[in-house]
Antibody, heavy 129, light 106 residues
Framework: QITLKESGPTLVKPTQTLTLTCTFS??????????VGWIRQPPGEALEWLAV???????RYSPSLKDRLTIIKDTAKNQVVLTMTNMDPVDAGTYYC?????????????????????WGQGTLVTVSS | DSQMTQSPSSLSASIGDRVTITCRAS??????LNWYQQKPGKAPKLLIY???SLQSGVPERFSGSGSGTDFTLTIGSLQPEDFATYYC????????FGQGTKVEIK
């Protein structure tokens, strides 16, 4: 059974760095074709793809946010950590982590064709002084 | 980086209706397109991956089609539990979601 859970601060101040941890079970990031991604959703708005890290340490970032994001994995602890620098009130919302699967295409895994098939419950982050 | 445009942004439909939602990519993304359903206060749920592959456990009334830049999610016969917001997501390089389509009761 695959489960994921996000943890981190519920309130950060503008200009601070947000650090979120995704702790998961039921799979390993040593397994070919797997990854963990982060997605966020401002209140009442659409989902926004942030970043994903794969079993082979490949990392992908949203082009509009890549200068502010870092994603790392700790395979031994079954955790993935996302940091976002220089937080602003517009960054407030629910942050989700999700189990990512790559497609097996032409004899190789990904990196295109990634889908999120299991999600955490999300964690709400407020940005305010 | 490809952007996704979903239409319509919302629709009203009745139980039993056939519902179609479209998603257009700003560049060719082959078949690297996924569909999700989200209900209020809940995490999204994967419905379709790789444009037309039904995720395990998802009812067969959901289907996806398309390739290149134009994609469609179809709900064959709308059920009460299908009233939700639907998102497309491409995975051609860094991913991106569409802006969502809210399906409401007529």
């Amino acid at each position: 059974q695959i489960t994921l859970k996000e943890s981190g601060p519920t309130l950060v101040k503008p200009t601070q760095t947000l650090t979120l941890t995704c702790t998961f079970s039921g799979f390993s990031l040593d397994t070919s074709g797997l990854g963990v991604g982060w997605i966020r959703q401002p209140p009442g708005e659409a989902l926004e793809w942030l970043a994903v890290i794969f079993w082979n340490d490949d990392e992908r970032y949203s082009p509009s946010l890549k200068d502010r994001l870092t994603i790392i994995k700790d395979t031994a602890k079954n955790q993935v950590v996302l940091t976002m620098t220089n937080m602003d009130p517009v960054d407030a919302g629910t942050y989700y982590c999700a189990h990512a699967k790559q497609l097996w295409v032409s004899g190789v895994w990904g990196p295109r064709g990634v889908y999120f098939d299991f999600w955490g419950q999300g964690t709400l982050v407020t940005v305010s002084s | 980086d490809s952007q996704m445009t979903q239409s319509p942004s919302s629709l009203s439909a009745s139980i039993g209706d056939r519902v179609t939602i479209t998603c257009r990519a700003s560049q060719n993304i082959a078949s690297y397109l996924n569909w999700y359903q989200q209900k209020p206060g809940k995490a999204p749920k994967l419905l379709i991956y790789a444009a037309s592959s039904l995720q395990s456990g998802v009812p067969e009334r959901f289907s996806g089609s398309g390739s290149g830049t134009d994609f469609t999610l179809t709900i064959g016969s709308l059920q009460p539990e299908d009233f939700a917001t639907y998102y497309c997501q491409h995975s051609y390089g860094p991913g991106a979601f569409g802006q969502g389509t809210k399906v409401e009761i007529k």
